[in-house]
């Protein structure tokens, strides 16, 4: 018996020590608690020993400039990071105390006496502007200090967040050296946010704005959304969703706009309203909504002087007009820029903008017209360059289309030199898998930032363009939210990774996305490179697997109708034309592809010449961009040597094999992922893996009838008949609004 318990304890001795051992080794990699992904990349969570070390020397206490409300949350953004990596807050410094070693110093542009490099400083505040800041490890009366200076209370606030960021990507204290600024200084995001807190193309559960409950209940959610988008420098929030509804505007609803702008203010966020064009005439208030009406002009100036009467900082007005049904001013034969200006100069004694949404297109003439949906924004806009007033600026899809996993940049981004642009993303992956597929969007963005427009034949990117390179007229960049009421924000954890890479990229457009998912990465999970490598390498090669399994080779918009949820290339029975995919692909016997070149649509003539010279010859068009810009024979021989048949295939088949890829790395990170988010993760791979084959097997079905081609030798066909597929539906998919 004796021999029994000393065999027990020496095997339960055994277990605890193994078990400490692995808990000090995986500190820093697995959490005993799961995680249900609220906190985002601002987890803070404690840091390993060393690490903990040498920072708790670094962050002995907390010394701010005079309390504002800006001052106020960037220190106490700096006692909760903190408190979570070290376990303890610092102290905070009383003002005209001597600092001590290790105090977080905050200093706008009067540097505190006794700085030891106080001239290098100002020479970096002066090249970081308004809105950056600057970080260094420097010397304060003799005592080693952490500096973070700026020119404003915002700049702190900005460079306390990117001292946090580093100390949880594991950069010691004395390794941090940061001077920035954004590259453009209008960065927001568009909530398609409706007042009944349902979100048009929405996946992550209601909104969160309570319009109900507001402005007398404030949701504290919505001070962690600031945080989020503070930390990233996102600067603007345009509340409600472009469809928008006239009561927006009535005096309660900008009451409880004005509850939600007094939590954003602190973090340097204004808010917007998205308007309808009609909203004097649908509240009954003037008998036309025509923009050259004096009376329509007044009522809009005094809208506007209200608004402002109650939210003094607010920044302006988004504005969907003769698109997609909606109304604008050429329901009175009026252009965009008599709309626009109408709004601009009731908005403009408070310094309020107004963003004129470019994403406009109509219906052809006749039923069996055909036009070219990618062209009708170009031709209603370019003509109205430098006939905008200016403080408005025209916001652009990335894409002519829509949204889609993969477009060539806008043809209005470098036609356009006299009209500052705004770059509107997708964040809520609308045509992307929604919050199912894991589908990094940072290289898409990064795709089209870098996008070379040639305006005016010389070098001049689409990130150029918006910075105001071509003629000195700064734009800014808009995402369109992927945020919800679910828990962790986004619907998936890894959609976090796209809000994370759209700010970040707002913040400066030259980021690269591959750094900007290791940053992600390393906060959200752990920042060593057994968990970062492999996360990466999935995120980096999502989007691509994605477009393989979709819409290869420069397709587009073969969705689904109306949910844009699964595959439907067959759709042709719309009451318009461009709202059926056959429209877009036009298999038959002969071959695939819409042509935009000369003996097509000639939409490739509204490129820069150099870049339509490329585009319009198939052996210089990228592989990507094929059937975006040619209509060509199923035996057209690709660059690989293989006919166009059988490489699409090939596409789809590697769509579908990638995701199984990624599905096997995120199971080799089983022992370094809390259980709650890896389950969640590895359940949503699971039905991508699914939606992928099934992706495949429809479109190649469908295909395959068109063409009547047989399969290339060797491939799978498709587990049913083509009339399976077609008979699939969906009428209560999400977020179709």
Known sequence: MQYLLRLVRARFMAAFVLNVVLGLVGTHLAHAADEDGYDLWLRYRPLPAAQKTALAAAATGIAAPDDTPTVRAAGAELKRGLAGMLGRAPDAIPANAKVRAGTIVLARATLPAGLADADAVRRDLAGVGREGYVVRR???????????????????????????RQLQLGTAPDGIALADKPALPLRVLNHWDNLDRTVE?????????????????????????????????????????????????????????AAIANVLRPYGIRVYLSVRWS????????????PLDPAVAAWWARKADEIYRTIPDFGGFLVKANSEGQPGPQDYGRNHADGANMLARALAPHKGIVMWRAFVYNPPAHP???????????????????????????????????????????????AMPDTPLVMEFQVTKEYLGFATHLAYLGPLFQETLRFDTRAGNRPMTVARVLEGAQDGRVGGIAGVANIGSSRNWTGSTFDQANWYAYGRLAWNPDLDSRAIAREWAGQTFAPDA????????????????????????????????????GPAPWVDDLARADWNPVYYHRADRNGIGFDRTAKGSNAVAQYAPDVARRFADPATTPPEFLLWFHHLPWDYRMPDGRTLWTDLIAHYDHGVAEVAAMQAEWQRLRPYVDARRFDDVAQRLAQQQREAAWWRDACIAYFQHQSGLPLPAG????????????????????GHG
């Open 715 to 734: 491939v799978r066909p498709p587990a049913q008949p083509l009339d399976y597929y077609r008979k699939q539906a969906f009428p209560f998919a999400p």
């Open 530 to 565: 057994r968990v970062v490598d492999p996360v990466v390498a999935m995120m980096m090669r999502s989007r691509e697997a994605l477009v393989d399994y979709m819409t290869p080779l420069g397709l587009h918009h073969i969705m689904g109708t109306g949910h844009h949820y």
């Open 368 to 414: 069996n017209q055909v036009s070219d949906r990618a062209a009708q924004a170009y031709d209603q806009f370019k003509p109205l360059d430098g006939k905008f007033d200016k403080n408005v600026l025209v916001q652009v899809k990335n894409g002519a289309i829509d949204f889609q996993p993969r477009e060539p940049a806008h043809p209005l981004f470098g």
């Open 201 to 257: 193309r929405g996946y992550a559960g209601e909104s969160i704005w309570n319009w109900w409950e507001l402005p007398n209940i404030i949701d504290p959610r919505y001070t962690d959304y600031a945080r989020a988008n503070a930390s990233l420098g996102i600067n603007g929030s345009v509340l409600n969703n472009v469809n928008a509804k006239a009561e927006v505007l009535s005096p309660a609803f900008i009451a409880k706009a």
């Open 138 to 164: 420097t010397r304060q009366d003799g005592v080693p200090v952490t500096l973070i200076a700026a020119n404003s209370d915002i700049g702190l606030l900005y460079g306390s967040f990117a001292w946090l």
């Open 279 to 290: 909203t004097p005439l649908e509240l009954k208030e003037t008998k036309t909504a025509d």
